[in-house]
T-cell receptor, first 115, second 116 residues
C-alpha cells in the first residue's frame, strides 16, 4: 500500500526554537518522489521541496532543512530558529510510479509558533 | 508570472443544486489536477488531465462528479445534486508534465464549497 503518515497532528513552539516535522512513507516502488508543502492560514499550498528516491542527500535552504533516509522510509523537515510566520499546516506527499502523477498526501501537521 | 487561479473563492449552495468550479492553470502547464480537502484532513486526489484528456479519474467519488478541460487551459469541475458531504475545499494544481514522473504541482487558492 502507498501511504504517507504524519503522526504529529499539532506542534506548538516558542519563537526561535527549532522544530522537526516527521514524515514516514510506504511504497513498493523503487522510483518515487517526495514533496513538502506549506499551507498558511490563507489556504493556498506553497511548494517547498521535491526529492527523488535516488537522491538521499540532505538539503538546506535558509532556515529549512530536510533529512531523507530510505532505510527508515522517512523524509523529515526541520525549521531552525522558528518564526511566527512559519505558523501553518505542513503536508508531506508521495508520488510513485504505480500511481501516475497524482500526489498522495499525509494528513498534515499544524505548526503554531508563538512569541 | 500568474499562478493557478480558481473561481469562485467561496460557494454556498443548497443541497440538491448543481455547482461548477473553475480552474485556470499556469500558462504552459499541460497537466492539471483536482484535489479535495475536507476540514482538518489531507488532500484527496480527484482527477488528472493531460492536455484535454483525463487518463486518471480514479478519485472521483461518485457519478455526480465530472470534470472537463478545454485544450490546455481552463478546467471545470461539476458536482451535480450536491450533498452535505461534498462540503470541502476544492484545490486545483498544474504542472509542466514533461512526460515522466515527478513534476512539481503548483496549487491554486482553492474554492471553499459549503452545501447547506
Amino acid at each position: 500500500a502507498q501511504k504517507v503518515t504524519q503522526a504529529q497532528t499539532e506542534i506548538s513552539v516558542v519563537e526561535k526554537e527549532d522544530v522537526t516535522l516527521d514524515c514516514v512513507y510506504e511504497t513498493r516502488d523503487t522510483t518515487y518522489y517526495l514533496f513538502w508543502y506549506k499551507q498558511p492560514p490563507s489556504g493556498e499550498l506553497v511548494f517547498l521541496i521535491r526529492r527523488n528516491s535516488f537522491d538521499e542527500q540532505n538539503e538546506i535552504s535558509g532556515r529549512y532543512s530536510w533529512n531523507f533516509q530510505k532505510s527508515t522510509s522517512s523524509f523529515n523537515f526541520t525549521i531552525t530558529a522558528s518564526q511566527v510566520v512559519d505558523s501553518a499546516v505542513y503536508f508531506c506527499a508521495l508520488m510513485f510510479t504505480g500511481g501516475g502523477n497524482k500526489l498522495t498526501f499525509g494528513t498534515g501537521t499544524q505548526l503554531k509558533v508563538e512569541l | 508570472g500568474a499562478g493557478v487561479s480558481q473561481s469562485p473563492s467561496n460557494k454556498v449552495t443548497e443541497k440538491g443544486k448543481d455547482v461548477e468550479l473553475r480552474c485556470d492553470p499556469i500558462s504552459g502547464h499541460t497537466a492539471l489536477y483536482w484535489y479535495r480537502q475536507r476540514l482538518g484532513q489531507g488532500l484527496e486526489f480527484l482527477i488528472y488531465f493531460q492536455g484535454n484528456s483525463a487518463p486518471d479519474k480514479s478519485g472521483l467519488p461518485s457519478d455526480r462528479f465530472s470534470a472537463e478541460r478545454t485544450g490546455e487551459s481552463v478546467s471545470t469541475l461539476t458536482i451535480q445534486r450536491t450533498q452535505q458531504e461534498d462540503s470541502a475545499v476544492y484545490l486545483c494544481a498544474s504542472s509542466l508534465d514533461s512526460g515522466g514522473l515527478g513534476d512539481t504541482q503548483y496549487f491554486g487558492p482553492g474554492t471553499r464549497l459549503t452545501v447547506l
